[in-house]
T-cell receptor
Framework: KAGVTQTPRYLIKTRGQQVTLSCSPISGHRSVSWYQQTPGQGLQFLFEYFSETQRNKGNFPGRFSGRQFSNSRSEMNVSTLELGDSALYLC??????????????FGEGSRLTVL | GEDVEQSLFLSVREGDSSVINCTYTDSSSTYLYWYKQEPGAGLQLLTYIFSNMDMKQDQRLTVLLNKKDKHLSLRIADTQTGDSAIYFCAERGRQAGTALIFGKGTTLSVSS
């Protein structure tokens, strides 16, 4: 069974640009969560999607947005990039939220550098 | 609010046992998890424990949970150089909904 796939793995943008990151969950998983990892703040929750609906949202500005498609693939978008948005963006998938042990399975991440 | 704390570094010799500690604040936590992150990689789920358990063993890994003190530990027996990585403790609490709250991670360094 293939794991969580994130693309692109690495990207460099300049301030003011926007970026879109993609995530394909494990086959059969319908929940996708996004986390931002930085050396200073650690792992912070961005948002979670289930059945194309945002179920939960972390404490990030409106420049950060996401969506989920009918095939469970998800994208996140960051507009008007700032230097502080440089981070590893991790996507995680899980089966049905609120059932079982609810463990998350992470992808390798997309490393964004903003210059 | 919710918080998960871990010590930042741990250094051990190959063959010794490693114990990584974690404290959390949300008494309503249902599940607690341990993840491993190697350089340049994502997070790998190692194990998890349900809040009504106090111990779980999985091969070289032993998780101990003291719910009264909100303390979680991960013991790695016969630590190998390949165990060198960052280890994250995470909780799933009622307040955070479906999100996991992670600690800052403990860097484990194993010397031969």
């Amino acid at each position: 069974k293939a794991g969580v796939t994130q693309t692109p793995r690495y990207l460099i943008k300049t301030r003011g640009q926007q970026v879109t990151l993609s995530c394909s969950p494990i086959s059969g998983h319908r929940s996708v969560s996004w986390y931002q990892q930085t050396p200073g703040q650690g792992l912070q929750f961005l948002f979670e999607y289930f059945s194309e609906t945002q179920r939960n949202k972390g404490n990030f500005p409106g420049r950060f947005s996401g969506r989920q498609f009918s095939n469970s693939r998800s994208e996140m978008n960051v507009s008007t990039l700032e230097l502080g948005d440089s981070a590893l963006y991790l996507c995680a998938s899980s089966s049905t939220p609120g059932t079982g042990s609810g463990e998350l399975f992470f992808g390798e991440g997309s490393r964004l550098t903003v210059l | 609010g919710e918080d998960v704390e871990q010590s930042l570094f741990l250094s051990v010799r190959e063959g010794d046992s490693s114990v990584i500690n974690c404290t959390y604040t949300d008494s309503s936590s249902t599940y607690l998890y341990w993840y491993k992150q190697e350089p340049g990689a994502g997070l790998q789920l190692l194990t998890y424990i349900f809040s009504n358990m106090d111990m779980k063993q999985d091969q070289r890994l032993t998780v101990l949970l003291n719910k009264k003190d909100k303390h979680l530990s991960l013991r790695i027996a016969d630590t190998q150089t390949g165990d060198s990585a960052i280890y994250f403790c995470a909780e799933r609490g009622r307040q955070a909904g479906t999100a996991l709250i992670f600690g800052k991670g403990t860097t484990l360094s194993v010397s031969s």
